[in-house]
């Protein structure tokens, strides 16, 4: 298996010791046969146990946290014993007079070694299949279970990967990776509460981790606790001057606070580090159309949906702002109506947010009655979701469509 079971020894179990035992007996036949064979198999034996040497145990190493024995430890060292074959099976032959025996065993090893290979290979087909193929040789390897979360968070199987977080937490419950893991999943899923139990964790056990001070301020902003949030975003800021996680993060909690200089600030400079991230592009245009600036807020959301075609957010904001922004110069009705399809397409027809903005840009361009009927479904999505402020702002809307009056964003102040 890739990971063996990690075994111990008690002093309590006689039986834990018959490998000392076994490893005398060998060691003791060796001996014996020097009169038949010569220093021959002393040799491979010495080559295979010094070769084997740094990793017997004399000197720990970092993987013996999961295992004390892995195959390929013994890759070099096995190039003894496979000498001292090859030289028995060549004596032999040349004893017994029969080139066909070579050929015979020759054929027999290649066949033998080609089909393990084969079997053995087979379990490196795929990240997934090899960790699967692991736990089922190996079921307590903890290990196993947290690269196996990870690789089914990555696919989406959300509930799959928290499964094997807890059974990791379970076999290694001082571990930040695994509380740190779960805490993140939890999050993906929208048990915000139990992600910051978990985030909390992984902080308290190790501090000056950034993706654990950052998976810790993301779950507190989602909560809305937002100063706190702030805090460990700069703690992981100033563990690491330039992790883009952190910055971004930091910029959409300083804009939920309202202060936008500075998550604009912080948006361009994660910008700096990632220039291809839509998301920060798109929160980026967010802050600046807040402030003001509409002008460069559309560029922004531009060049989101040029990385990232399909972003919801991205098309539904860019739309709603050229279809209800108070600058006439930058409104255009039939490309928010063509960009806010998009949006519903892409979202299943089913977003009473799209919904609105679609209803918005049929309005500005002077398609009412196309307006009105979709107005009217955002409402009923909205109060079916209980979003009672949005159907109330969404019924003032429809209103104005009703008397044929797009509706408008209030003029923001532009600051110096």
Same mark, same amino acid.
Not at 26 to 38: D, F, H, P
Not at 212 to 237: N, P, T, W
């Given at each position: 298996?890739?990971?063996?079971?990690?075994?111990?020894?008690?002093?309590?179990?006689?039986?834990?010791?018959?490998?000392?035992?076994?490893?005398?007996?060998?060691?003791?036949?060796?001996?014996?046969?020097?009169?038949?064979?010569?220093?021959?198999?002393?040799?491979?034996?010495?080559?295979?146990?010094?070769?084997?040497?740094?990793?017997?145990?004399?000197?720990?190493?970092?993987?013996?946290?999961?295992?004390?024995?892995?195959?390929?430890?013994?890759?070099?060292?096995?190039?003894?014993?496979?000498?001292?074959?090859?030289?028995?099976?060549?004596?032999?032959?040349?004893?017994?007079?029969?080139?066909?025996?070579?050929?015979?065993?020759?054929?027999?090893?290649?066949?033998?070694?080609?089909?393990?290979?084969?079997?053995?290979?087979?379990?490196?087909?795929?990240?997934?299949?090899?960790?699967?193929?692991?736990?089922?040789?190996?079921?307590?390897?903890?290990?196993?279970?947290? #690269? $196996? +979360?990870?690789? @089914?968070?990555? *696919?989406?199987? &959300? %509930? !799959? /990967? =928290?499964?094997?977080?807890?059974?990791?937490?379970?076999?290694?419950?001082?571990?930040?990776?695994?509380?740190? #893991? $779960? +805490?993140?999943? @939890?999050?993906? *899923?929208?048990? &915000? %509460? !139990? /992600? =910051?139990?978990?985030?909390?964790?992984?902080?308290?056990?190790?501090?000056?981790?950034?993706?654990?001070?950052?998976? $810790? +301020?993301?779950? @507190?902003?989602? *909560?809305?606790?937002? %100063? !706190? /949030? =702030?805090?460990?975003?700069?703690?992981?800021?100033?563990?690491?001057?330039?992790?883009?996680?952190?910055?971004?993060? $930091? +910029?959409?909690? @300083?804009?939920? *606070?309202?202060?936008? %200089?500075? /998550? =604009?600030?912080?948006?361009?400079?994660?910008?700096?580090?990632?220039?291809?991230?839509?998301?920060?592009?798109?929160?980026?245009?967010?802050?600046?159309?807040?402030?003001?600036?509409?002008?460069?807020?559309?560029?922004?959301?531009?060049?989101?949906?040029?990385?990232?075609?399909?972003?919801?957010?991205?098309?539904?904001?860019?739309?709603?702002?050229?279809?209800?922004?108070?600058?006439?110069?930058?409104?255009?009705?039939?490309?928010?109506?063509?960009?806010?399809?998009?949006?519903?397409?892409?979202?299943?027809?089913?977003?009473?947010?799209?919904?609105?903005?679609?209803?918005?840009?049929?309005?500005?361009?002077?398609?009412?009655?196309?307006?009105?009927?979709?107005?009217?479904?955002?409402?009923?999505?909205?109060?079916?979701?209980?979003?009672?402020?949005?159907?109330?702002?969404?019924?003032?809307?429809?209103?104005?469509?009703?008397?044929?009056?797009?509706?408008?964003?209030?003029?923001?102040?532009?600051?110096?």
């Amino acid at each position: 298996t890739f990971i063996y079971p990690k075994w111990t020894i008690s002093p309590e179990h006689l039986l834990d010791y018959i490998w000392l035992v076994a490893a005398m007996a060998v060691c003791m036949a060796i001996y014996w046969l020097r009169r038949y064979t010569g220093r021959s198999v002393e040799v491979a034996a010495a080559f295979f146990l010094a070769t084997l040497s740094p990793v017997l145990g004399f000197i720990m190493l970092f993987t013996f946290r999961y295992t004390f024995v892995a195959d390929h430890y013994q890759y070099l060292a096995c190039i003894g014993p496979i000498a001292l074959a090859s030289a028995g099976i060549v004596s032999l032959a040349d004893a017994l007079k029969q080139r066909v025996f070579i050929w015979s065993a020759a054929v027999f090893a290649v066949a033998m070694l080609a089909v393990l290979t084969w079997r053995q290979g087979s379990m490196y087909g795929d990240i997934e299949r090899l960790w699967r193929i692991t736990l089922a040789r190996n079921p307590e390897c903890g290990m196993a279970h947290t #690269n $196996l +979360g990870i690789v @089914l968070l990555e *696919k989406g199987q &959300v %509930d !799959e /990967a =928290i499964v094997h977080y807890r059974a990791a937490l379970q076999m290694q419950p001082n571990s930040w990776d695994d509380e740190y #893991n $779960l +805490g993140t999943a @939890l999050l993906s *899923k929208g048990e &915000v %509460d !139990e /992600a =910051i139990v978990h985030c909390e964790t992984a902080v308290t056990i190790q501090p000056n981790d950034p993706d654990a001070q950052v998976a $810790l +301020g993301s779950v @507190l902003l989602e *909560k809305k606790r937002i %100063d !706190e /949030a =702030i805090m460990h975003y700069q703690k992981a800021l100033a563990i690491r001057p330039d992790y883009f996680l952190a910055r971004c993060g $930091l +910029g959409r909690a @300083l804009l939920e *606070k309202g202060e936008l %200089d500075t /998550a =604009i600030q912080h948006f361009r400079a994660a910008l700096l580090i990632q220039p291809e991230h839509a998301d920060c592009h798109t929160v980026l245009a967010v802050a600046l159309d807040e402030k003001g600036e509409t002008a460069e807020a559309i560029q922004h959301y531009d060049k989101a949906l040029e990385i990232s075609p399909k972003s919801i957010p991205a098309l539904t904001n860019l739309a709603w702002v050229i279809a209800t922004c108070s600058n006439g110069s930058l409104r255009n009705g039939v490309r928010a109506v063509e960009i806010a399809r998009r949006a519903d397409e892409l979202s299943g027809g089913s977003n009473p947010i799209v919904l609105r903005t679609l209803a918005a840009s049929y309005a500005e361009a002077g398609q009412f009655e196309k307006a009105t009927e979709t107005a009217g479904a955002a409402i009923q999505l909205s109060r079916l979701s209980g979003d009672h402020s949005l159907s109330r702002a969404l019924e003032e809307q429809l209103r104005l469509y009703r008397l044929g009056i797009p509706y408008r964003e209030a003029a923001k102040l532009k600051e110096p």
